[in-house]
């Protein structure tokens, strides 16, 4: 199995800056695209970022140039630097990943994995 954990969601005003953190561990042997997605109270879940293996990335338009993805693959760890926050980026962040791990028995299984959510609030 493998796991996702975010952490670093917050309240934060508007104009302030958040760093969301997503560590994935296990039996992990390739970590491929990753990414961030939010999902506001009655909303649908909708894509924030993404990076691939190789490093390239891609953003919604509503957070270009405010937001930046990043990761550090030796550390297995996907971040968000969120500046210039606005109240309609208040939602709760998602990490998803496409991994490929090993199970108990050693085969090669690849998973579409998510994990908890981390709220982020942006209020005066």
């Known amino acids: 199995q493998v796991q996702l954990v975010e952490s670093g969601g917050g309240l934060v005003q508007p104009g302030g800056s958040l760093r969301l953190s997503c560590a994935a561990s296990?039996?992990?042997?390739?970590?491929?695209?990753m990414g961030w997605y939010r999902q506001a109270l009655g909303n649908q879940r909708e894509l924030v970022a993404v990076?691939?293996?190789?490093?390239?990335?891609t953003y919604a338009d509503s957070v270009r140039g405010r937001f930046t993805i990043s990761s550090d693959n030796a550390k297995r760890t996907m971040y968000l630097q969120m500046n210039t926050l606005r109240p309609e980026d208040t939602a709760v962040y998602y990490c998803?990943?496409?991994?490929?791990?090993?199970?108990?028995?050693?085969?090669?299984?690849?998973?579409?994995?998510w994990g908890q959510g981390t709220q982020v609030t942006v209020s005066s």
């Open positions: 998803n990943a496409d991994i490929v791990f090993y199970s108990d028995t050693l085969a090669i299984l690849r998973s579409d994995a």
């Open positions: 990076i691939t293996s190789g490093g390239s990335t």
């Open positions: 296990g039996r992990i042997a390739t970590i491929y695209d």
